[in-house]
């Protein structure tokens, strides 16, 4: 039974770049080059793209405040455009 190698981080954070930036080649092709499995690979890309990507992954904190934002916003937004009809109103009765 052939024994298990352990990658650094590095190693694999390369490979999922290679992945990420592979043209025509397949994954098989990649993980041939690098003598890893096609699995492995997909559980590295799983693992560190979001980081790669510079995709930051959110928290459920987050995720609450930006919603919470975003309902601010739209209702400020309603408020705005309420306002505007409201001093159009008032500047065509002053004439």
Known sequence: MEQ???RPDT???DAVRR????GSKT???????????????????????P??????????SER???ERLRRELRDMQAENSLLKKAAALFAKDVK
Request: net charge positive; aromatic share 8%; no cysteine.
């Open 4 to 6: 298990r190698k352990s």
């Open 11 to 13: 190693f694999k954070k």
């Open 19 to 22: 992945l990420m930036a592979r």
């Open 27 to 49: 994954v098989a092709e990649i993980a041939k080059e690098l003598g890893v499995t096609a699995g492995m690979l997909y559980r590295w890309r799983a693992r560190f793209e």
């Open 51 to 60: 980081e790669l990507a510079g995709g930051t992954q959110n928290t459920q």
């Open 64 to 66: 609450e405040e930006v």
